[in-house]
C-alpha cells in the first residue's frame, strides 16, 4: 500500500490544472484583454479555477499521509510471486528429477536382474560340470570294477582250469598206482593165499601164534603177514575201529585173494572164488571154507 502511495504521489498532475496554471502564469496582472475578470474556456472565474486546483492538490496529497502504515501494522510479504515461465522450469526440473530416478532404479533393477541371472547361470554351470564329473567319475568307477571282476573271474577260469588238469593228473597217477598196486597185490597175494593154504590142519589154540604149537584166528593171520612184513594186530575186537583202525577198508566188490577179512571176533583170509582160510575153533582148526556173513575185507598187501 505505501508503494501504492507513493506511486500516486508521484502521478503528475491533469492536464486541465496544467492549462489552468500555464494560464494563469501567462496572466500575473489577473486582467484579461478587456480589462476585466477572465473566464476559463469552462466558464469560470479565475478564483474558482484556483479553489478547484487547491482541492485538487489537497486530494493528491492526502493519499500519500493517509497510506503512511501505523507501527503496530505488520509490514506486507515481499516475496516475489513465480512467474509462469519459472514454474514451468521447476516442473521441467521435477519431472527431469523424476525421470532420473526413475531410470536409476531400473539401471539398478536391471543390474541386479542381471547379477542374479549370471549367479544362476554360473551355479547351473557348476552343478553341471559336478555332475559331468559325478557321471565320469563312477563310469571311471564302473569301468575299473568291470575290469576288476573280468581279470577275478579269469584267473578263477585259470585257477579252476589248473585244479582240473591237477585233479585229472592226480586221479590219473592214482589209477595207475591202484593198477600197480593191483598187479603187484594181485600177484603178492596170490603168494599170501599159496602161504597160508600150506597150513591147512594146524590145530586152533586160543592164544597160540605158532604152527607147531596152535594157534587161534588173529595168531594165524598175524604169522602169515608179518612172513610177508606186514604187521596186523593181535585181537579181533567188537568193532573194526577198535584194533584195526588205519588199515585201508576195500568193497567187496573190489576185493583179492590175500585181503583180510574181519568180522566182531573173528578174521581170515580171503583166498578167491568167495573162499577164505582161517583158524575156526578147536574142533575145526585151520581150513578153508566158504565166505559167510558180511565180512569187512582190508587190504593188507
Not at 478547484?52 to 502504515?69: H, L, M, N, V, Y
Not at 510471486?81 to 519431472?95: E, L, V
Not at 602169515?224 to 567188537?238: A, D, E, K, N, W
Request: proline share 6%; charged share 15%.
Amino acid at each position: 500500500m505505501q508503494a501504492e502511495a507513493q506511486k500516486q504521489a508521484e502521478t503528475p498532475a491533469p492536464a486541465d490544472s496544467q492549462a489552468d496554471d500555464s494560464q494563469t502564469a501567462s496572466d500575473p496582472a489577473g486582467g484579461g484583454q478587456d480589462g476585466q475578470s477572465k473566464t476559463g474556456q469552462d466558464g469560470q472565474t479565475e478564483p474558482e479555477q484556483s479553489e478547484r486546483t487547491e482541492g485538487k492538490q489537497a486530494e493528491q496529497a492526502q493519499p500519500t499521509a493517509s497510506a503512511q502504515p501505523t507501527p503496530a501494522q505488520p509490514k506486507p510479504s515481499q516475496t516475489p510471486t513465480p512467474t509462469a515461465q519459472q514454474t514451468q522450469s521447476q516442473q521441467a526440473q521435477a519431472a527431469w528429477r523424476a525421470q532420473q530416478a526413475q531410470a536409476a532404479q531400473q539401471a539398478q533393477a536391471a543390474w541386479r536382474a542381471q547379477q542374479a541371472q549370471a549367479a544362476r547361470q554360473a551355479r547351473q554351470q557348476a552343478e553341471q560340470a559336478q555332475r559331468v564329473q559325478q557321471a565320469q567319475a563312477a563310469q571311471r568307477a564302473q569301468q575299473a570294477q568291470a575290469a576288476w571282476r573280468a581279470q577275478q573271474a579269469q584267473r578263477a577260469q585259470q585257477a579252476q582250469a589248473a585244479w582240473r588238469a591237477q585233479q585229472a593228473q592226480a586221479a590219473q597217477q592214482a589209477r595207475q598206482q591202484a593198477q600197480a598196486r593191483q598187479s603187484a597185490g594181485s600177484g603178492l597175494g596170490s603168494q599170501v593165499v599159496a602161504y597160508a593154504r600150506q597150513f591147512a590142519g594146524v590145530r586152533y589154540v586160543w592164544g597160540g601164534v605158532s604152527p607147531v604149537t596152535g594157534w587161534d584166528c588173529v595168531g594165524f593171520t598175524n604169522y602169515v603177514y608179518s612172513h610177508f612184513g606186514r604187521s596186523t594186530p593181535r585181537r579181533t575186537g567188537s568193532s573194526v575201529n577198535q584194533f584195526w583202525k588205519g588199515y585201508t577198508i576195500v568193497p567187496a566188490s573190489q576185493r583179492q585173494p590175500g585181503d583180510l577179512m574181519w568180522w566182531p571176533g573173528h578174521v581170515g583170509i580171503y583166498t578167491g572164488n568167495n573162499m577164505h582160510i582161517a583158524a575156526w575153533n578147536p574142533s575145526m582148526g585151520t581150513q578153508e571154507r566158504a565166505v559167510w556173513g558180511s565180512p569187512v575185507y582190508m587190504r593188507i598187501v
